[in-house]
C-alpha cells in the first residue's frame, strides 16, 4: 500500500524568498512520485515526476525535487518565489503495476509581496 | 482544446436527488479515471476504466454511485439519492496505456477541470 504525508498544510513565504515544500511517502513497491499545482476552481496540473531515473527531477515553473530514498521524501522547491506560484500542492504517489494515484493532504502556499 | 473535459463544471442539487456528471477523456486515451475532492482534502481515487471495462473500484464507491464508459469514450459518473456528504469536486482525469501494456510503465495522468457539486 501506498500513502503521502505533507508536512505543513499552509505555508507562506515572501515574494523572491525560497519555496520548500515537504513530502514523504511509504511504499512496499518502488514509486513513482508527482507534484501537482491546483488552482482555485481547477483541477489539477503535473509538475513534476519521479520515475526512478535522476533522483533531482526538473519540472515547469522553476521547481525541482530531490527523490530521498533513505528519507522517504520528495520535497519541492523553488529558488524564488513569485506570486502566481500562490496555489494548493499535491504530492502523489503511484505503485509501480499500480494505476490508481494516491495524494497527500496538500499544502497551500501563500507569497507574500 | 484536446484536453480532459468534464460536463458540468458546477452543480447544485437538493438532497435524495440523482445526478450525473460527464467526462471525454483526451481522445484517443484508453484509461480513464474518477478522483473525489474534498475541501481541504487531496483527491481520492474512485474507480478507473480500461476502455469500456471497469477494473477496479474503491470502497468509498457506494451502492449508490456507479460509473460507466459504455463504448470505451466518454465516462458519466451517477449519484443516486445524493446526501450532504457527497459533495466535492469529483475529478476525471485519462491516460494512453498501449496494447500489451507493461504494467511497470507510468502512464501520465491529464486531469480534466472538475465537478463541483453542492447538495443543500
Known amino acids: 500500500a501506498q500513502s503521502v504525508t505533507q508536512l505543513g498544510s499552509h505555508v507562506s513565504v515572501s515574494e523572491g524568498a525560497l519555496v520548500l515544500l515537504r513530502c514523504n511517502y511509504s511504499?512496499?513497491?518502488?514509486?513513482?512520485l508527482f507534484w501537482y499545482v491546483q488552482y482555485p476552481n481547477q483541477g489539477l496540473q503535473l509538475l513534476l515526476k519521479?520515475?526512478?531515473?535522476?533522483?533531482l527531477v526538473k519540472g515547469i515553473n522553476g521547481f525541482e525535487a530531490e527523490f530521498k530514498k533513505s528519507e522517504t521524501s520528495f520535497h519541492l522547491t523553488k529558488p524564488s518565489a513569485h506570486m502566481s506560484d500562490a496555489a494548493e500542492y499535491f504530492c502523489?504517489?503511484?505503485?509501480?503495476?499500480?494505476?490508481?494515484?494516491?495524494f497527500g493532504q496538500g499544502t497551500r502556499l501563500t507569497i507574500n509581496p | 482544446d484536446t484536453g480532459v473535459s468534464q460536463d458540468p463544471r458546477h452543480k447544485i442539487t437538493k438532497r435524495g436527488q440523482n445526478v450525473t456528471f460527464r467526462c471525454d477523456p483526451i481522445?484517443?486515451?484508453?484509461?480513464l479515471y474518477w478522483y473525489r475532492q474534498t475541501l481541504g482534502q487531496g483527491p481520492e481515487f474512485l474507480t478507473y476504466?480500461?476502455?469500456?471495462?471497469?477494473?477496479?473500484k474503491s470502497r468509498l464507491l457506494s451502492d449508490r454511485f456507479s460509473a460507466e464508459r459504455p463504448k470505451g469514450s466518454f465516462s458519466t459518473l451517477e449519484i443516486q439519492r445524493t446526501e450532504q456528504g457527497d459533495s466535492a469536486m469529483y475529478l476525471c482525469?485519462?491516460?494512453?496505456?498501449?496494447?500489451?501494456?507493461?504494467?511497470?510503465?507510468?502512464?501520465?495522468?491529464?486531469f480534466g477541470p472538475g465537478t463541483r457539486l453542492t447538495v443543500t
Open positions: 482525469a485519462s491516460s494512453l496505456a498501449p496494447p500489451g501494456v507493461n504494467t511497470r510503465r507510468l502512464y501520465e495522468q491529464y
Open positions: 511504499s512496499s513497491v518502488p514509486p513513482y
Open positions: 519521479y520515475t526512478s531515473a535522476a533522483t
Open positions: 502523489a504517489v503511484q505503485g509501480q503495476g499500480a494505476q490508481k494515484l494516491v
Open positions: 481522445s484517443e486515451h484508453n484509461r
Open positions: 476504466f480500461q476502455n469500456e471495462a471497469q477494473l477496479e
